[in-house]
């Protein structure tokens, strides 16, 4: 393997590749390039016999790298940083198969911490047009970054609810179920739970003042 400047004109792209970039991720892959002149080095193999005008040029091919090839040329380059490998065709079929599929996967949790380091001065719509994720993603990346607000002090929360166990004498049943049926049936509409609870309160009084 050896890296070299080799001129665009005689960089081929495989014929058997299948991958694709979005349009949307090719224009940033591009404003990359542009806004920083970086990118990893193409991987080509030589084409051995290769026709063309001048057979003294050496021709080659590439195996990894077709979009980079694409927007160099789109912004002018006339060569590539490109790694060149020794390969006889099957071994080049191999890896065009498995150079732009093989790839990791982001920790979301650590992808968001980058982003949010990332967007320091700059706002998400900013960031979106460097990286491939949209605004909305960004911006979701962002608010994962955030720390957890602060649990909230035993005095602010709320008392569970508790189970009481009332023993009633006769009495008294009777005078909390007369409550109890005229609290329900008062008025033409359906009482809520807490009008309900109110009237059945008043009315458990006013039925102990009558006794």
Same mark, same amino acid.
């Given at each position: 393997?050896?890296?070299?400047?080799?001129?665009?004109?005689?960089?081929?792209?495989?014929?058997?590749?299948?991958?694709?970039?979005?349009?949307?991720?090719?224009?940033?892959?591009?404003?990359?390039?542009?806004?920083?002149?970086?990118?990893?080095?193409?991987?080509?193999?030589?084409?051995p016999?290769?026709?063309?005008?001048?057979?003294?040029?050496?021709?080659?091919?590439?195996l990894?790298?077709?979009?980079?090839? #694409? @927007?160099?040329?789109?912004?002018? +380059?006339?060569? $590539?940083?490109?790694?060149?490998?020794?390969?006889?065709? /099957? =071994? *080049?079929?191999?890896?065009?198969?498995?150079?732009n599929?093989?790839?990791?996967?982001?920790?979301?949790?650590?992808?968001?911490r980058?982003?949010?380091?990332?967007?320091?001065?700059?706002?998400?719509?900013?960031?979106?047009?460097?990286?491939?994720?949209?605004?909305?993603a960004?911006?979701?990346?962002?608010?994962?970054?955030?720390?957890?607000?602060?649990p909230?002090?035993?005095?602010?929360l709320?008392p569970?609810?508790?189970?009481?166990?009332?023993?009633?004498?006769?009495?008294?049943? #009777? @005078?909390?179920?007369?409550?109890? +049926?005229?609290? $329900?049936?008062?008025?033409?509409?359906?009482?809520?739970? /807490? =009008? *309900?609870?109110?009237?059945?309160?008043?009315?458990?009084?006013?039925?102990?003042?009558?006794?």
């Open positions: 393997m050896t890296l070299q400047w080799i001129p665009l004109e005689c960089l081929e792209p495989h014929p058997e590749n299948s991958n694709r970039m979005p349009p949307r991720l090719l224009e940033k892959l591009k404003t990359h390039i542009q806004r920083t002149g970086l990118y990893e080095p193409l991987v080509v193999r030589p084409l016999g290769a026709e063309g005008a001048d057979s003294a040029v050496p021709r080659y091919q590439i990894n790298g077709h979009h980079r090839a #694409e @927007v160099l040329r789109q912004l002018g +380059h006339t060569h $590539a940083r490109c790694d060149v490998w020794e390969v006889d065709d /099957a =071994e *080049a079929r191999l890896l065009l198969a498995t150079l599929r093989l790839e990791g996967r982001d920790d979301p949790a650590a992808r968001a980058l982003v949010a380091r990332l967007a320091e001065g700059r706002s998400a719509e900013d960031l979106a047009r460097l990286l491939p994720e949209p605004t909305d960004v911006e979701r990346l962002l608010a994962l970054a955030k720390p957890p607000p602060a909230l002090a035993a005095e602010a709320e569970p609810a508790r189970p009481m166990t009332f023993f009633l004498t006769d009495d008294q049943h #009777e @005078v909390v179920s007369e409550a109890l +049926h005229e609290a $329900a049936t008062a008025g033409a509409a359906k009482p809520s739970r /807490a =009008e *309900a609870l109110e009237r059945l309160a008043l009315w458990y009084l006013e039925a102990r003042n009558r006794r």
